[in-house]
Nanobody
Framework: QVQLVESGGGLVQPGGSLRLSCAAS????????MHWYRRVPGKEREWVAT???????NYADSVKGRFTISIDNVKKTMFLQMTNLKTEDTAVYYC??????WGQGTQVTVSS
């Protein structure tokens, strides 16, 4: 059984930064490909970023240049460093692995 737990969300002013974490646990977890998604109430879940075991990264155009995805293989933790946050980044952020597991989400609110 694999469990993904996100943390690091909160309230931040426009232009601010946050660092999200996604901790993976369970003997069945194997890192090959992981993603961050986000969802605004009433809208479809939106893909944000992807990282592979080879270190390849990819980002949605809306966050490119502002967000950085990374992973600590030893700690089985994935990160999303978010800078220059905008009000439209307000959402619940989820991590998702290649086996189809999802975390419970962490709320990010960007507001003055």
């Amino acid at each position: 059984q694999v469990q993904l737990v996100e943390s690091g969300g909160g309230l931040v002013q426009p232009g601010g930064s946050l660092r999200l974490s996604c901790a993976a646990s369970g003997s069945a977890f194997r890192f090959s490909l992981m993603h961050w998604y986000r969802r605004v109430p009433g809208k479809e879940r939106e893909w944000v970023a992807t990282i592979t075991s080879a270190g390849y990264t990819n980002y949605a155009d809306s966050v490119k240049g502002r967000f950085t995805i990374s992973i600590d293989n030893v700690k089985k933790t994935m990160f999303l460093q978010m800078t220059n946050l905008k009000t439209e980044d307000t959402a619940v952020y989820y991590c998702h692995d290649a086996s189809g597991n999802w975390g419970q989400g962490t709320q990010v609110t960007v507001s003055s």
